[in-house]
């Protein structure tokens, strides 16, 4: 998959439009849709969006990404996308529709089609929309689909949706719309090392600024390691108010059935389930305690 941060002309594209924050499953429905048009037509297909979200923009201040751009990459290039072109959102916002679909789209990629999710905005104000894209196909000689929705237990699949959910901590309800495990990654540092004097070490990794928070607690979770293994694992997100009064957030992670020393490495932490809040207890005995508790609960 090449990624491309300038208007380039290449033609006869199948193109999926959208931010595609998190590539949970209603995004991975649009994307397929041009992916498999390209392959049933022997074109290419490329996916346009941008580096930053349009909040960025208007509000000045970054959301709370679902996942970084790197992973976002990794799995449209997973999902068999030929092209991204990470458009400057600075650079188009102000155009009407009409300027956005025939100087930027045909223009530059004579698309063969166009696929976007069911409630596709773009243009100055908004003001493009699904009609718009399939009232204009003849006029520009492209085939256009739009996704329906999506759903998981009844709710409608939404990036909304999934922030919400990771927020309150149904981390397995997120996983479900995603089509995987929430995930964060980073760099084991060393921490306060109390884990080891009870009997239980753990990998601790910075969380992400730019990535929605779960609340504080102890969850399931796989951890994956930068050799590719992956291990069971029980991870506590907060300030460990037991061992600490510094107020410092950190995700840490004792590894089941590991043995072996993770400084320095690149983890990715999948969530599986939120087991509890995070508690403080009187001393460390008591705490010792209800890990050996939360570890039985996850086997």
């Given at each position: ?16 439009l ?11 429905a ?63 916002y ?28 773009f243009?100055?104000?908004k ?158 005995d ?14």
């Amino acid at each position: 998959m090449e990624i491309i941060r300038e208007l380039k002309q290449i033609p006869n594209l199948s193109l999926a439009l959208g931010f595609f924050d998190g590539v949970h499953i209603g995004h991975q429905a649009v994307i397929s849709c041009a992916v498999e048009f390209a392959k049933e037509t022997n074109c290419q297909s490329a996916v346009v969006t941008f580096k930053e979200h349009p909040y960025c923009f208007f509000k000045g201040v970054s959301p709370k990404y679902i996942l970084t751009l790197e992973d976002k990459y990794k799995y449209l290039e997973e999902l068999g996308v030929d092209y991204v072109f990470e458009l400057d959102f600075a650079s188009i916002y102000n155009l009407t529709p009409l300027q956005y679909l025939e100087d930027v789209l045909v223009k530059y990629f004579y698309p063969r089609a166009i696929s976007t999710g069911f409630n596709h905005k773009f243009g100055v104000d908004k003001t493009g929309d699904v009609k718009f894209l399939s009232d204009h196909q003849d006029k520009f000689d492209y085939l256009y689909f739009a996704t329906p929705p999506q759903s998981i237990f009844g709710d409608v699949v939404s990036s909304t949706a999934i922030r919400q959910f990771i927020k309150s901590g149904v981390v397995d309800m997120a996983s479900s719309m995603l089509g995987r495990k929430f995930a964060v990654s980073g760099t084991v540092i060393k921490g306060r090392e109390l884990g080891r004097t009870i009997g239980y070490p753990t990998a601790n990794i910075i969380y992400p600024l730019d990535i929605v928070e779960p609340p504080y607690g102890v969850y399931d979770v796989n951890v994956e390691l930068d050799d590719g293994s992956i291990y069971r694992g029980l991870a506590n997100f907060g300030v460990s108010p037991t061992v600490s009064n510094d107020g410092i957030c950190i995700l840490e992670v004792y590894l089941l059935n590991f043995d072996g020393d993770l400084y320095d490495r690149d983890i990715k932490v999948h969530f599986t389930k939120m087991i509890r809040p995070e508690i403080k207890f009187n001393n460390l005995d008591e705490l010792k305690t209800q890990i050996e508790f939360d570890i039985q609960s996850i086997y």
